[in-house]
């Protein structure tokens, strides 16, 4: 939308609360063009989050505050947390649940640093792209957000010091989560389900729920065999009925080893019918005398935290639109449009609807649009004001940097 006369309320609300994280005026301006940007532009580039507002600067002091001037991303990440424990409906709890998952932002540059050639299994290609790792929180109330990500480095330079793979990225995630002293159990699909971090998350005393491959080989009944061939062996009549959200599926649970891992886990065979012969599902978790109920919440809320956000994160709020060569500019958009994506969650489902918002929010799409709304409707006003006080259409359209 051309044209932004004001900030939007909610913009207006986090720079009260972010304000003191920057050193000057223009630097706090700087931080709430972005923030509104990425709510309403319809692309999310610095030069497009330029071009929306009526008076600003040229967009290379955009572009400078976001790659050069010196500002701390980490701190604003904190107290992006910090903020969210004042709600009860995004307060961390011993029964909240914390999914990691990797996701890739493709770009089009091939000098963005740190990019490297990914293969996409969606789309069944290579692309050229970022590969970061988020650790996202569902709370109990269903709301959700990121807590922090790394980035995979593809091409790796020994001077940089060891190289990371998944794995390593995955434990210092859990580590920095336990550090921090966030509660509640980890869960993530089978790309994660192996002995490196299931060993690790059982050393923090922390709970998980994985996604296990149908190939993995695994200690039953004194025999080792692959979980498929475990599943075959279960009986229709051995399989019992479970139902979750008014899905009702079938399953059978027992104890398990797996090589390598030093623990024992319980393994969850789903099948959508009873006398299905394959499984739908298989999983594990270290926490062997939880209900089957309480597996099952558990792991779908893996794909509340991370499909979810890494959706509305890309299509809503330009997650993958940064196009900035400079890492550290990478970064603070990254961790930015985590601070938009709590903003706008923040204000989902209330009791009631906010003023600028009209109605009550359901969806971060929803919220967006409210944004916009809101946006256009102060350009308006602004307009009428000023042919009430008679300027010329002419002037208005200049004011407004409109053709």
Same mark, same amino acid.
């Given at each position: 939308m051309p044209a932004i006369v004001e900030f939007p309320t909610i913009v207006q609300e986090a720079l009260s609360q972010y304000a003191d994280l920057f050193a000057n005026e223009p630097e706090r301006r700087h931080f709430a063009e972005y923030l509104t940007g990425l709510l309403v532009a319809q692309r999310k580039t610095v030069r497009?989050?330029?071009?929306?507002f009526a008076v600003t600067t040229d967009q290379s002091c955009l572009n400078r505050w976001i790659t050069e001037v010196d500002w701390d991303v980490e701190r604003l990440n904190e107290r992006?947390?910090?903020t969210l424990q004042k709600e009860p409906s995004t307060r961390y709890s011993a029964q909240g649940v914390i999914p990691i998952d990797n996701t890739l932002i493709d770009h089009e540059g091939k000098l963005i640093e740190d990019v490297g050639w990914f293969w996409d299994h969606a789309d069944q290609r290579h692309l050229i792209a970022h590969d970061y790792l988020i650790a996202n929180y569902v709370c109990t109330s269903g709301k959700h957000y990121p807590l922090r990500r790394f980035r995979k480095q593809e091409q790796w330079d020994p001077q940089d010091g060891p190289f990371k793979n998944h794995t390593i990225l995955f434990n210092e995630l859990v580590d920095w989560v336990c550090q921090k002293q966030i509660p509640g159990d980890f869960t993530?699909?089978?790309?994660f389900t192996h002995a490196d971090i299931l060993n690790h998350i059982h050393s923090k005393q922390r709970g998980y729920v994985g996604d296990?491959?149908?190939? %993995?080989? *695994?200690?039953?009944?004194?025999?080792?065999?692959?979980a498929s061939e475990?599943?075959? $062996?279960?009986?229709?009549?051995?399989?019992?009925?479970?139902?979750?959200?008014?899905?009702?599926q079938w399953y059978f649970t027992k104890t398990i080893r797996i090589p390598e891992v030093t623990h024992?886990? %319980?393994? *969850?065979?789903l099948w959508k019918h009873k006398?299905?012969?394959?499984?739908?599902?298989? $999983?594990?978790t270290n926490r062997t005398f939880w209900e089957i109920t309480r597996i099952l919440r558990v792991y779908r809320r893996r794909w509340t935290g991370?499909?979810?956000?890494?959706?509305?994160?890309?299509?809503?709020l330009g997650m993958g639109d940064c196009q900035l060569r400079d890492g550290t500019g990478q970064t603070r958009h990254l961790y930015l449009v985590f601070l938009a994506y709590s903003l706008l969650v923040a204000h989902l489902h209330q009791g009631r609807a906010r003023e600028w918002a009209l109605t009550t929010l359901t969806t971060v799409g929803e919220a967006c649009r409210a944004v916009l709304r809101e946006t256009l409707g102060k350009m308006i006003t602004w307009v009428l004001q000023r042919a009430s006080d008679g300027w010329s259409h002419e002037q208005i359209k200049a004011q407004l940097a409109l053709p």
């Open positions: 497009s989050i330029n071009r929306e992006r947390l910090a993530f699909d089978c790309y296990l491959k149908f190939n %993995r080989q *695994v200690r039953f009944k004194g025999r080792e065999l692959k475990v599943a075959a $062996l279960i009986p229709p009549e051995d399989r019992k009925g479970v139902e979750i959200d008014g899905e009702r024992p886990m %319980r393994l *969850v065979i006398r299905d012969k394959e499984p739908r599902k298989m $999983l594990v991370t499909e979810t956000f890494h959706r509305d994160g890309k299509q809503h």
